[in-house]
């Protein structure tokens, strides 16, 4: 089967393509900057890889500006911009096509929903945020996108496509390009640790160091060096990562 993914040339679309490509389907990328195994595509209009749509087994549109940057008004623009655009073009090439794919998977996200303790947020039941009296601004920026995504999604005229719209959160990949390594990094620093968890790591910190001074006096001059490899490893530890 044919799969058309937009936007796939980042985290979740490298992970997806590699599972469907074992699998024995096809995969067809589209991709802004192009690339070698990638169908170019500007994330906006109609053009030569609207063809690919047409006979798909399924579109999984992933496409919009990376949120891992500075809120700025321009970034929070080209998130905005980069994200309702591209699902509008891929709504149009699914309407005209002649044998439209049967599912349209359309990336979301679950920042729409609202910042609560009383009761998990699902789709039947969710509350979708943006108005709590307590939030940042940028909380509202980023559900204003969020329901202008999907908007565009509800809008698009497919009779015979059914639509999903997926509300994901971070993904966690050992993946390079991804949050787990930047949680990860500061995870190992001691971020986000309790003050039992910092006192149990300085508790084996001390305790590797007063190791390596006792190996120091029977290692003839390697007490520097089993040193630092004692402390790594009691940091290691201490921050159960």
Not at 7 to 33: K, P
Not at 107 to 130: C, K, L, V, W
Not at 180 to 208: D, I, N, S, W
Not at 210 to 235: F, K, M, V
Request: with cysteine; charged share 25%; hydrophobic share 40%.
């Amino acid at each position: 089967m044919r799969i058309v993914i937009p936007g796939g040339t980042g985290l979740l679309g490298r992970l997806l393509s590699r599972a469907l490509r074992v699998d024995g389907h096809e995969v067809v990328v589209l991709s802004r900057s192009g690339g070698p195994d990638a169908v170019v595509w500007d994330g906006r209009t109609l053009g030569p890889w609207a063809d690919h749509v047409d006979g798909a087994g399924a579109v999984v549109n992933l496409a919009g500006r990376t949120v891992d940057c500075r809120y700025t008004t321009g970034h929070l623009r080209e998130m905005m911009d980069s994200r309702v655009e591209s699902t509008r073009a891929i709504g149009l090439a699914i309407a005209r096509a002649r044998r439209p794919p049967p599912v349209w998977l359309q990336m979301s996200t679950a920042t729409i929903y609202a910042h609560r303790r009383d009761a998990p947020n699902d789709e039947p039941g969710g509350r979708i945020g943006g108005d709590e009296p307590d939030a940042p601004t940028s909380w509202r920026w980023s559900i204003d996108i969020a329901r202008a995504w999907e908007r565009a999604l509800e809008e698009a005229a497919t009779p015979r496509t059914r639509k999903v719209a997926m509300r994901t959160a971070m993904v966690m990949s050992s993946a390079p390009g991804g949050a787990y390594a930047v949680l990860r990094r500061l995870a190992r620093a001691g971020l986000g640790l309790t003050p039992m968890q910092r006192r149990e790591r300085a508790e084996r910190e001390k305790f590797a160091m007063e190791q390596a001074r006792q190996a120091a006096g029977a290692s003839g001059g390697r007490g520097p060096a089993l040193r630092d490899e004692l402390h790594l490893t009691g940091t290691k530890e201490g921050c159960g990562t």
